[in-house]
Nanobody, 124 residues
Framework: QVQLVESGGGLVQAGGSLRLSCAAS????????MGWFRQAPGKAQEFVAV????????YYADSVKGRFTISRDNAKNTVYLQMDSLKPEDTAVYYC?????????????????WGQGTQVTVSS
């Protein structure tokens, strides 16, 4: 079983930065692929980034590539999303998720465990 607790959301000005954290329970954290998703008001859920448990492979949505960085600290059972050069269109509720697949999963249906979500608001 995996339980995820997110933190780090808040208000930030355009061009600023935030780092989201997602702490996972259990000792098998390193065996899970970890992903980030977001959902903005009036928009569908969107894949953001993923860090596969096999190797050190990452993959990003085109909309955040070059600005966001996903990382993980297996010793701390924590996955991070470093968000730089934030734009108003990044405003959304951000969710972390865990998957048992070993590849770069980008579909929500591939994830079994989800955090509660944390609000990120970027003002212009």
């Amino acid at each position: 079983q995996v339980q995820l607790v997110e933190s780090g959301g808040g208000l930030v000005q355009a061009g600023g930065s935030l780092r989201l954290s997602c702490a996972a329970s259990g000792r098998t954290f390193s065996s899970y692929t970890m992903g980030w998703f977001r959902q903005a008001p009036g928009k569908a859920q969107e894949f953001v980034a993923v860090f596969a448990w096999s190797g050190a492979n990452t993959y990003y949505a085109d909309s955040v590539k070059g600005r966001f960085t996903i990382s993980r600290d297996n010793a701390k059972n924590t996955v991070y999303l470093q968000m730089d050069s934030l734009k108003p269109e990044d405003t959304a509720v951000y969710y972390c998720a865990a998957s048992r697949v070993s590849w770069l999963a980008s579909g929500a249906n591939e994830y079994e465990y989800w955090g509660q979500g944390t609000q990120v608001t970027v003002s212009s």
